[in-house]
């Protein structure tokens, strides 16, 4: 692990260490850790996700901030009838090499010991299919994820490869409150339409950056890539309870198959 991990800049196993960030995430709902990754590692990062793009599955979802189908029932001007675009290409946990330090990282007790304290998680699981828990994702220039609410409590990233322009994580906090199914609709509208009164927050992230993001409740976006460097995020998605597998409709939007 300490091969691929700064442990010295970034003292996972300290518990004063684990506090600070955990009060860090609680606050600002984001926590970057910078140079996380080391510098060389990351360089063999980049070029195993070049060798892996060819299987890439590429994805053009258009879908609501909910992460739904729009309702064309509702009156235009609900976030819920309102369409955004997201584009992508993934590949999955299978196509990942065993020996990469993807897996080093994902697979490390001390890793998990430390997201489960900061993220106040009694536990952490890998999804039991086999394409969800390590994927690799490339934007290409003009690919963006639009607007939207995530559905998991937390994400957890490593960005590999950052875009020469373009490709920022934009968000507005406390947007919604899923756990008490309460929504600021006014907000997400003023949002989609450009015209909200605050600007958006910024998740500053940098190649070798660990990042977790509470994207729940949060409003957020990837804007478009401009440049001809791709945008390369490797994304680590555990679950709380063992033997959860993403739902099919999830894989074959974003993967094109089941397994």
């Not at 053009?60 to 309102?82: G, I, K, M, W």
């Not at 039991?128 to 690799?136: G, K």
Request: hydrophobic share 40%; aromatic share 6%; proline share 4%.
């Amino acid at each position: 692990m300490d091969e691929v991990v700064d442990l010295e800049a970034h003292p996972i196993r300290n518990d004063d260490f684990r506090d600070e960030c955990r009060a860090s995430l609680d606050q600002d709902g984001a926590l970057v850790l910078e140079g996380f990754i080391r510098p060389e590692v990351v360089e063999h990062l980049v070029a195993e996700a070049e060798s892996l793009q060819h299987l890439a599955f590429h994805s053009v979802q258009a879908h609501t901030v909910y992460l739904e189908p729009a309702d064309a029932s509702l009156p235009a001007a609900d976030a819920r009838s309102r369409e955004v675009v997201s584009t992508k290409g993934a590949v999955t946990t299978d196509q990942v090499p065993d020996d990469s330090p993807l897996r080093t990282v994902y697979d490390s007790p001390l890793f998990r010991s430390f997201l489960c304290d900061v993220l106040g998680e009694a536990e952490l699981h890998e999804y039991a299919d086999p394409l969800s828990s390590i994927n690799v994702n490339y934007f290409l220039e003009g690919q963006e994820l639009g607007w939207h609410f995530d559905n998991s409590s937390f994400a957890v990233t490593l960005l590999v490869q950052e875009s020469e322009a373009g490709g920022r994580l934009e968000y507005h906090d406390a947007m919604r409150c899923a756990a008490l199914d309460r929504h600021n609709e006014q907000g997400v509208a003023a949002v989609l339409d450009g015209r909200h009164g605050s600007p958006s927050e910024v998740l500053a992230q940098r190649a070798g950056d660990l990042a977790l993001f509470r994207g729940r409740d949060a409003l957020h976006r990837v804007t478009p890539v401009q440049g001809d460097r791709q945008r390369i995020l490797v994304v680590l998605a555990y679950n709380a309870d063992p033997g959860r597998s993403l739902s099919e409709h999830a894989r074959l939007t974003f993967f094109g198959r089941l397994g």
